[in-house]
């Protein structure tokens, strides 16, 4: 009798309490590529920061009904922005046959940050879950000097002394940071540390250029850690509707995704932005709101523009968008 692989899931997570971990895997890296017990693992990501409508707190409330719906979009990899602090969330996402790379800011007022020195204190206590794929260290921070006292070689420093550290306490995983666009000659040179580098890449849907870019300048592993569009037109272009237009940001996502796929052997993987619209971040948080940059203003498709509430390969409500039947042809059709 055939199961269904979401029903399966269920029955996985409903069962965790009873399930024995097994010892973390060991994570490496060889050339260009991810490995995991030396086989080749190529992220098939999401980003995932699930703030409910009405709150501009994370919350996983919904953890099993968002796994089921990535595990049938083929997603291998979520791709958070702080530190998961349940051990039962993190089992969940290990009993769905998922890995994660946790994110660690700067300053979150001690709370597991690394001005404080506290992520140490998460590594040293998960760093043998099984659901660990990589730490993270900052996200675009070399697009804030000014939170460095305007010089962002303070962060650079800052960054390659945590690396060392985590080094120091973990053998079994990478660490990595994300940083905004192509990594710069000072970037590099002040973190050598940085065993992958992440890169946030919004070049219309054409996000492969910067892979011969990095090439030319490092022989260290590169992974996109966002890529992607949304789903609202600021202005009528490229042959899209002006207003919402899932349409849009399903072409743009495809495209994005054949190129990345395309360049396999040169590149990591990737994580699609986002899981979920966030109501949060441009207004009421009740409510969806279009806010976003000017038009042609950014090199987010297809009209330059990045509506912030309209990211979500499935809404607010776990409704999928056109997306996300893009985004699991592909990742299925690539396993």
């Known amino acids: 009798m055939k199961v269904d692989k979401l029903i399966l899931v269920g029955i996985v997570l409903a069962l965790i309490g009873c399930v024995k971990r097994e010892p973390s895997d060991v994570v490496s890296i060889s050339k260009s590529q991810l490995l995991v017990n030396n086989e080749t693992y190529f992220i098939k990501g999401i980003c995932y920061h699930p703030v409910p409508q009405g709150s501009t707190k994370r919350s996983f409330d919904l953890i099993d009904q968002d796994l089921s719906l990535m595990v049938e979009a083929g997603i291998n990899t979520i791709r958070v922005y702080e530190p998961i602090v349940s051990e039962e969330v993190l089992d969940k996402i290990w009993a769905a046959g998922l ?27 998960y760093k043998s879950h099984p659901s660990i794929l990589a730490w993270e260290l900052g996200n675009e921070y070399n697009y804030h000097p000014e939170w460095f006292d305007g010089d962002i070689k303070n962060w650079y420093q800052a960054l390659n002394e945590a690396a060392a550290f985590i080094h120091e306490l973990d053998k079994s995983h990478p660490v990595a ?21 992440g890169m946030n890449v919004y070049r219309w849907d054409q996000p492969a250029s910067i892979i011969e870019d ?47 796929l395309k360049n396999a052997e040169h590149n990591t993987g990737l994580f699609i932005f986002s899981f979920t619209d966030g109501l949060w ?55």
């Not at 890995?99 to 140490?120: C, M, N, R």
């Not at 940071?177 to 580098?197: K, Q």
């Not at 300048?217 to 002006?242: N, R």
């Not at 912030?308 to 996300?324: H, P, Q, S």
Request: proline share 5%; charged share 25%.
């Open 214 to 260: 990095w090439e030319k300048l490092s022989d260290k592993p590169m992974y996109f850690s966002e890529s992607g569009a949304d789903s609202y037109m600021a202005i009528a272009k490229a042959g899209f509707e002006a207003g919402e237009n899932q349409r849009a940001q399903a072409v743009a996502n495809a495209n994005i995704i054949d190129e990345v």
């Open 281 to 335: 971040k441009a207004g009421n948080p009740n409510v969806q709101d279009v806010g976003g940059w000017a038009p042609n203003s950014s090199g987010v498709p297809y009209d330059g523009a990045p509506n912030e509430e309209y990211w979500g390969i499935v809404d607010i409500n776990r409704n999928k968008k056109l997306t996300f039947e893009v985004i699991k042809e592909r990742f299925n059709k690539n396993q």
């Open 177 to 197: 940071t994300a940083h905004g666009e192509l990594p710069d000659d000072l970037a590099r040179g002040m973190c050598p540390n940085i065993d992958i580098w």
């Open 99 to 125: 890995k994660v790379i946790i994110s660690f800011g700067y300053d979150q007022e001690g709370a597991f940050d690394i001005s404080s020195g506290t992520y140490l204190d998460y590594i040293e206590k």
